[in-house]
């Protein structure tokens, strides 16, 4: 049960008086949008393609970074807001340590954890959102039969259902994806649920499940050499574990994707996706600028909302 005095701090938190018309910074500079950033993003994309034809590895899931200065230090409050506007389906979270933040809303739960029961939630596979309601569902029904996708959630899902047997019984999942969608993205997600044997910690079951296929690769260890060989930048707290538990073995945990970290007025924006074969560069570059979007946009289209005044 939340404390009264960290109940009032949450109001205060997400409250939008005062702060509702305090405007987000301007972008000044960025790093990491241009054709050249693109051009490189290919290359990588077709290594992890080649080492997928020679059967080295199934899955490896690649990220890229965008680098911002902005006009002034973000309002974390108006950020957090907009984004709990635009994606209310997600898991909200904020995390500041020293001089900077790490935030974001992400969609994928990794494991709830409750009356010695865990559910969790393979998500994997994605498509745009369609600019009609026939438009989408068209979208929707190519995602739900498309290959390269199904196989993309299927790494995903065969960890999870492996991984749950060592703490778990009854393992119980929907035998086809169902289609999860947000605001600009829609993706496949199925989920799964399990009782928990006698003396499962959530500490071993978290360092058991994550990281998935879904922000890693399949097999894992083979996809965490590519990555550490191939991307430029380090992850730190993107694609980790946000969440919370209590003494009674309880807790709820997400993966920190659709993120960023600012300190100061410079910000880091993180977003990666999943090669198998089937995949193509320029669709997967086109993937990460949609898992970009939920952060980049809490400044570019107040920018051009000022140009047009």
């Not at 065969?158 to 969608?181: A, G, M, Q, R």
């Not at 260890?221 to 209590?246: C, D, H, M, P, V």
């Not at 980049?296 to 051009?304: I, V």
Request: proline content about 4%.
């Amino acid at each position: 049960r939340l404390t009264e005095k960290f109940s009032k701090k949450l109001e205060i938190l997400f409250q939008l008086k005062g702060d509702k018309d305090k405007s987000l910074p301007r972008i000044v500079n960025s790093n990491g949008l241009t054709p050249k950033d693109r051009k490189k993003w290919k290359q990588i994309i077709n290594l992890a393609l080649e080492k997928i034809h020679n059967l080295e590895i199934k899955k490896v899931v690649l990220s890229r970074k965008v680098d911002l200065i902005l006009s002034d230090s973000i309002n974390l409050t108006v950020s957090l807001n907009s984004l709990r506007e635009d994606y209310p389906d997600c898991f909200l979270f904020a995390y500041h340590k020293r001089n900077s933040t790490f935030f974001g809303a992400t969609p994928e739960l990794l494991a709830k954890i409750s009356d010695k029961k865990i559910e969790l939630n393979a998500i994997a596979g994605s498509a745009k959102r369609g600019t009609s309601p026939e438009d989408d569902s068209k979208l929707e029904s190519e995602l739900l039969n498309n290959k390269k996708d199904l196989d993309e959630h299927s790494y995903v899902l065969e960890h999870l259902k492996e991984t749950l047997k060592n703490f778990s019984e009854n393992i119980s999942y929907d035998k086809i994806p169902s289609v999860k969608k947000f605001k600009n993205i829609q993706h496949l997600s199925t989920r799964i649920s399990a009782s928990l044997k006698d003396n499962s910690g959530i500490m071993n079951i978290l360092k058991e499940v994550h990281p998935t296929p879904a922000v890693c690769g399949y097999p894992k260890e083979t996809a965490l050499n590519l990555i550490k060989k191939t991307e430029s930048q380090k992850r730190g707290l993107y694609s980790g574990i946000i969440g919370w538990f209590n003494f009674n073995n309880e807790g709820e945990f997400a993966v920190s994707i659709r993120s960023a970290i600012t300190k100061g007025n410079k910000l880091t924006a993180y977003a990666g996706g999943g090669i198998v074969e089937g995949s193509e560069p320029d669709a997967e570059f086109e993937e990460t600028e949609m898992k970009l979007k939920p952060i980049l946009s809490l400044f570019t289209e107040r920018s051009e909302n000022e140009k047009k005044d």
